[in-house]
C-alpha cells in the first residue's frame, strides 16, 4: 500500500505553542528521542529515526527553520509538551496515510520516546501512561515476496558464476549466508572479519539486542566465502565490501539495503519472480526437508549437497 498525499494539519496545542521556543534552539538540552535512538541497533535507529522524523513533521505541519528547510528533526521536536489529544490525531493521521504496519512501527516509536522522556524526567508517570495507552492500528497484509524453490535457489547461485566480476564471488558468499545458515541482512552486514573462523567454518554472529551465536557452514557455503576471503584479503574490518560498477571495492561496511539490491538485480538476471530477503531462510528450511538443499560456490565444480 503506498502513501498517500500528505495532508496539512495544524495543532493549536502545547505543542504548536512551543515550536518557537524550538525553532530558536533547534536542539533540546535533553532529547528524549536521541536517548531512544542511541537505545537501539543501527538497523534498528535508522528505520525509527525516519519514523519519528515523519511524526515531527506532522506536527510541525508547513513550518521551516531559518534556511527554509521544512522541519522535521525528531532532535529538536519537543515530545513531552505533546497531549492526548495531540496523540489521537496523529494515529488518525497514520492510518489514512500508511498501511498499517508502516504506521505501527511509527507509534511504537513515539512511545518509545515518550517512555523515554519519562525516564529523563521530563514527563509525570501518569502523563507518560496516558499518552502511550494507544491501540495499534489493524491490518494484515501477505508477507511481501516468497520462499523460493530448489531451483530457483540454483539459478542464483549460477547467476552470480557467470558474473566473473568480484561482485560475483562476494554476492555468492552472502546467498550462501542468507540462504545456508538463515542469517538476517542486519546479520551479515555486522560480520567482520574476525568473526569468521581460520577455515571459514564457523561465524560469530551478533543478532539483535547484541546476542551472540555461531553459525555452522555447511561445505558449499564454506566454500563460496572462501572464494569470497581470496578476494577479500587478510584486511581487519567488515567482512563484505560494497564493489562498484568496474569491480573496484570500497573498503567499508555494506548496507542493508545493498543486500537486497543486489538480491533483486541477481533474481532479475536469472529471471526468478518477486523473491524476498527476510524468507530466504524459509527457502532453506523448505531445501532441507525436499533433501534438495544444493549451494555453489563461484568457482565451477564446486557444489555440495546438503
Not at 502545547?14 to 518557537?20: C, E, H, T, V
Not at 501477505?142 to 542464483?156: D, V
Not at 562476494?170 to 569468521?196: H, M, Q, S, T, V
Request: hydrophobic share 40%.
Amino acid at each position: 500500500m503506498s502513501e498517500q498525499p500528505k495532508k496539512k494539519i495544524g495543532y493549536e496545542n502545547n505543542a504548536s505553542r512551543n515550536l518557537n521556543k524550538t525553532l530558536d534552539s533547534p536542539f533540546l538540552t535533553i532529547s528524549p528521542a536521541k536517548v531512544y535512538l542511541d537505545s537501539l541497533g543501527d538497523g534498528s535507529r535508522r528505520t525509527m529515526t525516519e519514523a519519528l522524523s515523519k511524526i515531527a513533521g506532522i506536527f510541525w505541519s508547513d513550518e521551516q527553520d531559518r534556511n527554509g528547510n521544512p522541519l522535521t528533526d525528531p532532535l529538536g521536536f519537543s515530545w513531552h509538551t505533546l497531549d492526548r489529544a495531540n496523540i489521537t490525531e496523529l494515529r488518525a493521521a497514520l492510518d489514512t496515510r500508511y498501511a498499517h504496519a508502516t504506521a505501527n512501527k511509527m507509534l511504537a516509536a513515539l512511545r518509545g520516546t515518550l517512555r523515554e522522556a519519562w525516564r529523563l524526567g521530563l514527563l509525570e508517570a501518569e502523563a507518560m501512561h496516558r499518552l502511550t495507552d494507544i491501540k495499534s492500528i489493524p491490518g494484515n497484509n501477505l508477507p511481501a515476496g516468497r520462499a523460493l524453490t530448489t531451483a530457483e535457489i540454483r539459478i542464483l547461485f549460477h547467476v552470480c558464476a557467470q558474473d566473473h566480476r568480484p561482485q560475483g564471488t562476494r554476492d555468492a558468499a552472502i546467498f550462501g549466508l542468507l540462504i545456508g545458515c538463515g542469517l538476517r541482512r542486519a546479520e551479515i552486514c555486522l560480520l567482520d572479519l574476525a568473526d569468521c573462523s581460520p577455515s571459514a567454518d564457523l561465524l560469530t554472529v551478533r543478532g539483535k539486542r547484541n546476542k551472540q551465536r555461531t553459525a555452522y557452514l555447511q561445505t558449499g557455503v564454506q566454500a563460496a566465502l572462501m572464494d569470497w576471503l581470496e578476494i577479500r584479503e587478510n584486511a581487519p574490518g567488515p567482512l563484505f565490501y560494497p564493489i562498484n560498477k568496474s569491480g573496484k571495492i570500497t573498503p567499508v561496511r555494506i548496507r542493508e539495503q545493498a543486500i537486497y539490491k543486489i538480491l533483486r538485480r541477481r533474481a532479475e538476471a536469472g529471471q526468478v519472480r518477486n523473491p524476498s530477503v527476510n524468507i530466504l531462510g524459509f527457502s532453506q528450511l523448505n531445501g532441507f526437508l525436499q533433501g534438495e538443499a544444493v549451494f555453489f560456490s563461484n568457482k565451477p565444480g564446486i557444489a555440495s549437497r546438503l
